[in-house]
């Protein structure tokens, strides 16, 4: 009996084809069969088809289209109509299904009595340098899921549109007459979106089911690779159309919003990504034909956009392709300052264009993108080819350097040079200067004469590519930029060149664009006899002898990352270093994840250094040594050196965790200042902790129990953060934050003396300049990420400055996971003090302090200063992450939900001041018990002075 018929279309690929049907013979569930169905191939395809037919008569049945239909539907239903099986999937004859796949699809059905049920596609793309596997929108198949309806959860329809990796119904197809539009491509689109719609119950499942290849080879390119093609295009847009009808019959306009989102982000940009090497028709035809769709979206849409998408999709809706090049550049480049850039009343814009239209004037600002606040030397502005030509055996270059906000002064000394770099045979650059480079005002105008003949001498055979680079000197400030080809038309005549190999060696370069829009060099043969040299020496390369050279070699090239792998080091550090003697005396220091020299830990070890005690200090830093301090040993993270020092020290301190999953050794102390009392919910009482699998919560747990001390500031911090993180309560080492003791002794310094004390700030040398200080430390919001993530703040900093300008000085203190630019506008007033080190400076600089859920307003309460809690989100805040403390009936200072709250809580800051006094009392009361300035000589008089200790 026929469980499962899978319909495999093929046209013209009778040498991909049997390994489709394979992977259908040899699933591990009975009962599958495989209908081909030839799109009326002019290969040996059918021919293919017939004979696996007759070698697996019962399992194997083939067909043939009396005419080509010109795309995948008409062949997917006829295969329909042909299908003998209970469940219906669909491949293509270049891809193929997962040993497991049909089981497991068929399994989710029976249990869940779904009409489609939808696994996990893995796009497998095979090239020169090995195959590489990507997962195909993961995160909608984290789990086993059942949704009753797609609005439910509408992220199924709206980004995973294939029709392949899905077990469908046939009694379900048959009773909705669900069918593939013929004649046109993408009619998975559609397809998908009607399945979606009509079955009364899905389900999703986690396992891979199907293997998409991504082939490289430019003559056997799939329909909806050939983007080059503005038919191809044209057909998209029809199945868009369609799909926002059958929405829009539905009235579900959620979806469609949803909709609209993912096809500026995904849809067009995939269009977008090779129109800088395009012509002129090409772009006009596309901005025209596109352009009239996208311009109907809501302006929701385009707001819920990052700043370059959005930046994109709304130039191509306004149908400025002359603007569209450099912002897809610095979209698939995002390093780069693509455009001059413009400022206007205190923010930065995209250009002056467009501004006149106020959903145009709120895209194009991206002040928050941070350019204006970047070093020079790491603007990597825009630098576009304006020619390119080969003549009399040089390669004559010109091009266009733009100056971002005039960054680069007219009076500046400049100089420049051409780089010649190989791509992957190792550091050889070569060094070309330029014959002119002149400065235009919002840009850098430069050309140069490559004479390669006489100046370039590749090997021939292992560096085939070398990428250019023009790498500018301002004012002693290295400022490298990439050359951007803008455009189709490169002049591809062949330069001879001497190879330092003679024989079979390439001696001739052409120039080629990289797959980033770059400018980039290939050396060639010349001859019919070093082509086919060269030829064989490829073919013998693809043979086993040559793959199992090619894996010797990638080993080798691994190997230093292999040994270096974070794997590789936990086993190093278990059953190697773990063994080694205590180091007496040996300390280890760490904070924020060696991202920053402060907190409690910090104290700590200043403590130690007032000593002069014997303890040898080793602090890890995350990626720069810079700021911390020069008299301890500085390791890096997760270096040898660092896991050495870690299973060898007498010693742990920190404020968060040493990396997870490192055993503590036995003769290890392990002292956890903490970084925070708790406001929100935290370790096993978090939402997402609760779901996390067994063997997840059992390292956390592990993690927890490596600690010998944990610092605690009040009985709220034994009844929240002990009990949450499963402590031993004799743990609990009630003697508050060493980080705090320097508020603690201040306050009382004030309060001895009557006069207000304002610590010097690297950031704000400038204060006090006779304004008070506010700062503003809000709390991190979004997942921890190896890169800061930009954020922007939650409210109008430059209407701050505009209003309290001539009052207030405001700090901004980004978390540490995370950054936010400052306007133009703003400066002067508004400072980002994001890169000092330490908190605690910055608190005890402030007049008063702007926070929401972050714990510092623990910590600034010591200081009995006014604060302010600017609260938007308040309540799906404590709704999503839980909250230990009712903030609103407890906060020692006004809540505000809006910006105008906010300025009017300001305004009357000093009010508050007294208003909330006793307030602050009780909060310090309450959540700062033992914090009573001695807590860092605690804790080193308890563990790490050994004249203390006795």
Request: hydrophobic share 40%.
């Given at each position: 009996?026929?469980?499962?018929?899978?319909?495999?279309?093929?046209?013209?690929?009778?040498?991909?084809?049997?390994?489709?049907?394979?992977?259908?013979?040899?699933?591990?569930?009975?009962?599958?069969?495989?209908?081909?169905?030839?799109?009326?191939?002019?290969?040996?395809?059918?021919?293919?088809?017939?004979?696996?037919?007759?070698?697996?008569?019962?399992?194997?049945?083939?067909?043939?289209?009396?005419?080509?239909?010109?795309?995948?539907?008409?062949?997917?239903?006829?295969?329909?109509?042909?299908?003998?099986?209970?469940?219906?999937?669909?491949?293509?004859?270049?891809?193929?299904?997962?040993?497991?796949?049909?089981?497991?699809?068929?399994?989710?059905?029976?249990?869940?009595?779904?009409?489609?049920?939808?696994?996990?596609?893995?796009r497998v793309r095979t090239t020169r340098r090995g195959r590489?596997?990507?997962?195909?929108?993961?995160?909608?198949?984290?789990?086993?899921?059942?949704?009753?309806?797609?609005?439910?959860?509408?992220?199924?329809?709206?980004?995973?549109?294939?029709?392949?990796?899905?077990?469908?119904?046939?009694?379900?197809?048959?009773?909705?007459?669900?069918?593939?539009?013929?004649?046109?491509?993408?009619?998975?689109?559609?397809?998908?979106?009607?399945?979606?719609?009509?079955?009364?119950?899905?389900?999703?499942?986690?396992?891979?089911?199907?293997?998409?290849?991504?082939?490289?080879?430019?003559?056997?390119?799939?329909?909806?690779?050939?983007?080059?093609?503005?038919?191809?295009?044209?057909?998209?847009?029809?199945?868009?159309?369609?799909?926002?009808?059958?929405?829009?019959?539905?009235?579900?306009?959620?979806?469609?919003?949803?909709?609209?989102?993912?096809?500026?982000?995904?849809?067009?940009?995939?269009?977008?990504?090779?129109?800088?090497?395009?012509?002129?028709?090409?772009?006009?035809?596309?901005?025209?034909?596109?352009?009239?769709?996208?311009?109907?979206?809501?302006?929701?849409?385009?707001?819920?956009?990052?700043?370059?998408?959005?930046?994109?999709?709304?130039?191509?809706?306004?149908?400025?392709?002359?603007?569209?090049?450099?912002?897809?550049?610095?979209?698939?480049?995002?390093?780069?300052t693509a455009v001059p850039l413009v400022e206007r009343e205190?923010?930065?814009?995209?250009?002056?264009?467009?501004?006149?239209?106020?959903?145009?004037?709120?895209?194009?600002?991206?002040?928050?993108?941070?350019?204006?606040?970047?070093?020079?030397?790491?603007?990597?502005?825009?630098?576009?080819?304006?020619?390119?030509?080969?003549?009399?055996?040089?390669?004559?270059?010109?091009?266009?350097?733009?100056?971002?906000?005039?960054?680069?002064?007219?009076?500046?000394?400049?100089?420049?040079?051409?780089?010649?770099?190989?791509?992957?045979?190792?550091?050889?650059?070569?060094?070309?200067?330029?014959?002119?480079?002149?400065?235009?005002?919002?840009?850098?105008?430069?050309?140069?004469?490559?004479?390669?003949?006489?100046?370039?001498?590749?090997?021939?055979?292992?560096?085939?590519?070398?990428?250019?680079?023009?790498?500018?000197?301002?004012?002693?400030?290295?400022?490298?930029?990439?050359?951007?080809?803008?455009?189709?038309?490169?002049?591809?005549?062949?330069?001879?060149?001497?190879?330092?190999?003679?024989?079979?060696?390439?001696?001739?370069?052409?120039?080629?664009?990289?797959?980033?829009?770059?400018?980039?060099?290939?050396?060639?043969?010349?001859?019919?006899?070093?082509?086919?040299?060269?030829?064989?020496?490829?073919?013998?390369?693809?043979?086993?002898?040559?793959?199992?050279?090619?894996?010797?070699?990638?080993?080798?090239?691994?190997?230093?990352?292999?040994?270096?792998?974070?794997?590789?080091?936990?086993?190093?550090?278990?059953?190697?270093?773990?063994?080694?003697?205590?180091?007496?005396?040996?300390?280890?220091?760490?904070?924020?994840?060696?991202?920053?020299?402060?907190?409690?830990?910090?104290?700590?070890?200043?403590?130690?250094?007032?000593?002069?005690?014997?303890?040898?200090?080793?602090?890890?830093?995350?990626?720069?040594?810079?700021?911390?301090?020069?008299?301890?040993?500085?390791?890096?993270?997760?270096?040898?050196?660092?896991?050495?020092?870690?299973?060898?020290?007498?010693?742990?301190?920190?404020?968060?965790?040493?990396?997870?999953?490192?055993?503590?050794?036995?003769?290890?102390?392990?002292?956890?200042?903490?970084?925070?009392?708790?406001?929100?919910?935290?370790?096993?009482?978090?939402?997402?902790?609760?779901?996390?699998?067994?063997?997840?919560?059992?390292?956390?747990?592990?993690?927890?129990?490596?600690?010998?001390?944990?610092?605690?500031?009040?009985?709220?911090?034994?009844?929240?953060?002990?009990?949450?993180?499963?402590?031993?309560?004799?743990?609990?080492?009630?003697?508050?934050?060493?980080?705090?003791?320097?508020?603690?002794?201040?306050?009382?310094?004030?309060?001895?003396?009557?006069?207000?004390?304002?610590?010097?700030?690297?950031?704000?040398?400038?204060?006090?300049?006779?304004?008070?200080?506010?700062?503003?430390?809000?709390?991190?919001?979004?997942?921890?990420?190896?890169?800061?993530?930009?954020?922007?703040?939650?409210?109008?900093?430059?209407?701050?400055?505009?209003?309290?300008?001539?009052q207030y000085v405001l700090l901004v203190r980004a978390h540490?996971?995370?950054?936010?630019?400052?306007?133009?506008?703003?400066?002067?007033?508004?400072?980002?003090?994001?890169?000092?080190?330490?908190?605690?400076?910055?608190?005890?600089?402030?007049?008063?302090?702007?926070?929401?859920?972050?714990?510092?307003?623990?910590?600034?309460?010591?200081?009995?200063?006014?604060?302010?809690?600017?609260?938007?989100?308040?309540?799906?805040?404590?709704?999503?992450?839980?909250?230990?403390?009712?903030?609103?009936?407890?906060?020692?200072?006004?809540?505000?939900?809006?910006?105008?709250?906010?300025?009017?809580?300001?305004?009357?800051?000093?009010?508050?001041?007294?208003?909330?006094?006793?307030?602050?009392?009780?909060?310090?009361?309450?959540?700062?018990?033992?914090?009573?300035?001695?807590?860092?000589?605690?804790?080193?008089?308890?563990?790490?002075?050994?004249?203390?200790?006795?």
């Open positions: 009996m026929v469980e499962v018929s899978v319909v495999v279309i093929v046209y013209n690929d009778q040498d991909r084809l049997p390994t489709a049907v394979r992977s259908v013979l040899e699933q591990t569930m009975r009962g599958v069969e495989a209908v081909i169905v030839d799109d009326h191939s002019t290969d040996r395809s059918f021919a293919v088809a017939r004979q696996l037919a007759a070698r697996h008569p019962d399992r194997v049945r083939a067909f043939r289209l009396p005419r080509n239909s010109g795309g995948c539907g008409q062949p997917r239903n006829h295969g329909v109509e042909r299908a003998a099986g209970r469940y219906v999937m669909f491949l293509d004859s270049d891809d193929e299904l997962d040993r497991d796949a049909c089981r497991n699809l068929v399994r989710a059905a029976e249990t869940t009595g779904a009409d489609l049920v939808s696994g996990l596609c893995v590489e596997e990507k997962p195909w929108y993961r995160w909608i198949y984290r789990n086993t899921r059942v949704l009753d309806s797609i609005t439910d959860d509408p992220e199924p329809l709206v980004w995973d549109t294939l029709a392949t990796n899905k077990c469908y119904r046939r009694s379900f197809l048959l009773e909705h007459r669900l069918r593939f539009p013929t004649g046109v491509a993408y009619e998975d689109l559609l397809f998908a979106a009607r399945a979606y719609l009509a079955a009364r119950r899905i389900a999703l499942i986690p396992n891979t089911v199907y293997r998409w290849h991504v082939r490289q080879d430019p003559h056997s390119r799939s329909i909806t690779q050939r983007r080059d093609e503005i038919g191809n295009l044209a057909d998209r847009l029809a199945m868009h159309r369609r799909i926002d009808t059958l929405l829009a019959e539905r009235g579900l306009h959620e979806i469609r919003l949803a909709k609209d989102v993912k096809f500026l982000k995904h849809d067009l940009l995939l269009h977008l990504r090779d129109l800088p090497l395009r012509d002129e028709g090409y772009r006009r035809a596309l901005t025209g034909l596109a352009g009239n769709y996208v311009a109907g979206f809501p302006a929701e849409a385009y707001r819920r956009l990052p700043p370059l998408q959005a930046v994109c999709a709304y130039l191509f809706s306004r149908g400025d392709a002359d603007a569209l090049p450099p912002a897809v550049d610095a979209l698939v480049n995002s390093h780069k205190g923010r930065v814009y995209w250009s002056a264009d467009h501004l006149d239209d106020p959903l145009g004037r709120e895209l194009l600002d991206v002040t928050d993108l941070g350019h204006h606040t970047r070093p020079l030397g790491r603007l990597a502005p825009r630098n576009a080819l304006t020619g390119q030509s080969v003549q009399g055996g040089r390669m004559r270059l010109a091009g266009r350097v733009v100056n971002p906000l005039g960054r680069i002064p007219a009076a500046s000394r400049l100089r420049g040079r051409l780089e010649l770099t190989a791509r992957r045979a190792g550091p050889r650059t070569h060094y070309f200067p330029l014959r002119r480079l002149v400065h235009h005002g919002d840009h850098l105008a430069w050309t140069a004469e490559l004479d390669l003949g006489a100046a370039f001498h590749p090997i021939g055979v292992v560096d085939d590519v070398w990428d250019l680079r023009l790498v500018l000197d301002v004012d002693g400030t290295r400022l490298p930029t990439r050359l951007t080809v803008d455009g189709p038309g490169l002049d591809l005549t062949p330069l001879p060149v001497r190879p330092l190999l003679p024989g079979p060696a390439a001696d001739r370069v052409v120039a080629e664009v990289s797959a980033r829009g770059h400018l980039a060099l290939r050396v060639t043969a010349s001859t019919t006899a070093q082509r086919r040299l060269r030829a064989a020496l490829t073919a013998a390369a693809s043979g086993p002898v040559g793959q199992r050279g090619r894996a010797l070699l990638a080993a080798a090239r691994r190997a230093p990352r292999t040994l270096a792998s974070e794997r590789n080091k936990r086993w190093l550090y278990h059953t190697v270093l773990c063994r080694l003697p205590q180091r007496r005396g040996l300390a280890v220091f760490e904070s924020h994840l060696g991202r920053r020299y402060a907190d409690s830990p910090r104290a700590v070890y200043e403590e130690l250094r007032r000593r002069d005690t014997a303890i040898t200090a080793v602090w890890s830093y995350d990626r720069s040594p810079d700021g911390f301090p020069r008299d301890a040993v500085l390791v890096r993270r997760w270096s040898l050196r660092y896991l050495l020092a870690l299973a060898r020290a007498e010693f742990w301190i920190d404020n968060q965790g040493f990396p997870s999953g490192l055993r503590k050794p036995a003769h290890t102390t392990y002292v956890q200042t903490w970084h925070g009392s708790a406001l929100k919910r935290m370790g096993f009482d978090e939402a997402g902790v609760q779901l996390r699998s067994r063997e997840e919560r059992a390292r956390l747990r592990a993690d927890l129990d490596r600690f010998d001390a944990f610092c605690v500031r009040s009985p709220h911090d034994v009844d929240t953060l002990v009990r949450a993180f499963r402590l031993d309560p004799a743990v609990a080492l009630p003697v508050g934050y060493p980080r705090n003791d320097a508020l603690v002794r201040q306050r009382r310094r004030e309060e001895r003396t009557g006069r207000r004390e304002h610590p010097v700030i690297a950031a704000a040398p400038h204060l006090p300049d006779g304004r008070a200080v506010l700062l503003y430390a809000p709390t991190f919001r979004g997942r921890p990420r190896r890169r800061r993530t930009r954020v922007r703040p939650l409210f109008d900093l430059a209407a701050f400055a505009r209003e309290f300008g001539d540490y996971l995370e950054r936010m630019a400052v306007p133009p506008s703003a400066a002067g007033t508004v400072v980002d003090v994001s890169a000092e080190h330490d908190t605690t400076p910055l608190l005890a600089a402030a007049d008063g302090l702007i926070t929401d859920y972050s714990s510092v307003m623990f910590d600034y309460v010591l200081l009995d200063r006014p604060m302010v809690y600017y609260v938007p989100d308040h309540d799906d805040y404590v709704r999503t992450r839980g909250t230990y403390v009712d903030l609103a009936g407890t906060a020692p200072g006004p809540l505000a939900r809006t910006e105008e709250e906010l300025f009017a809580a300001i305004r009357e800051l000093k009010t508050a001041e007294a208003d909330y006094a006793e307030a602050r009392r009780a909060f310090a009361a309450r959540f700062a018990t033992h914090d009573t300035g001695t807590a860092a000589r605690a804790v080193v008089d308890r563990f790490l002075d050994p004249g203390a200790r006795g």
